[in-house]
């Protein structure tokens, strides 16, 4: 049996550099306020305000800097901000709505893209995934047991140099009852 981590990715924003200066002032620098299970990740302080047609969320920004914007919502979020983000895997972004403007402490920024809901997904370690068969990629399902037990379908792999993990948005969370990070069987 394949006991994995389950952790709860709430709401957040990876910020380019460009967009990162124009919300805080040329030079800024995210500072950490705490860092992540992931490799090189962490919660910043910072907070920025995300208005969409409908509504605004206060959203926080995950560091480091990326190459391109892109905000993480759960569907309720959407619904608040009144977007209608696409299912997609983190990084994949083209052809992607935006619909939202970004309000920092110096500046705005209107985003033509970047807006999704991350589709589930399981982190895992290179030597996790050679020790159980798991390609980048593929599909794997989990069940997460709880008040609220169920089974996760269509989770999808991604292998690198990564903590093992399965990352769920905060409505498939509550969903499954979870209130904090959990176990789960992964099935392959």
Same mark, same amino acid.
């Given at each position: 049996m394949k006991k994995v981590p389950v952790e709860i990715?709430?709401?957040?924003?990876?910020?380019?550099?460009?967009?990162?200066?124009k =919300?805080?002032?040329?030079?800024?620098? #995210?500072?950490? #306020?705490?860092?992540?299970?992931?490799?090189?990740?962490?919660?910043a302080s910072e907070k920025?305000?995300?208005?969409?047609?409908?509504?605004?969320?206060?959203?926080r920004i995950v560091g480091p800097v990326r190459?391109?914007?892109?905000?993480?919502?759960?569907l309720t979020d959407a619904r608040i901000l009144g977007v209608k983000p696409e299912f997609r895997i983190s990084g994949d972004l083209k052809d992607t709505p935006g619909e939202v403007t970004l309000?920092?402490?110096?500046?705005?920024?209107?985003l033509d893209s970047g807006v999704i809901i991350a589709k589930r997904h399981l982190h895992i370690s290179k030597t996790d995934a050679k020790k159980?068969?798991?390609?980048?990629?593929?599909?794997?399902s989990a069940k997460v047991a709880g008040p609220r037990s169920i089974i996760f379908l269509d989770i999808i792999a991604r292998v690198g140099d990564f903590t093992t993990a399965i990352h769920l948005?905060?409505?498939?969370?509550?969903?499954?009852? =979870? #209130?904090?990070?959990? =176990?789960?069987?992964?099935?392959v």
């Open positions: 990715s709430a709401r957040h924003l990876h910020i380019s550099k460009a967009h990162l200066e =919300l805080f002032g040329k030079g800024y620098q #995210l500072k950490p #306020l705490k860092e992540l299970s992931q490799p090189g990740e962490f919660a920025i305000d995300v208005i969409g047609p409908k509504g605004m969320l206060s959203i190459k391109q914007t892109q905000i993480e919502l759960a309000k920092g402490s110096d500046g705005n920024v209107k159980w068969k798991i390609k980048n990629g593929q599909k794997v948005d905060t409505d498939e969370a509550n969903a499954a009852g =979870l #209130l904090t990070c959990s =176990l789960a069987e992964l099935d």
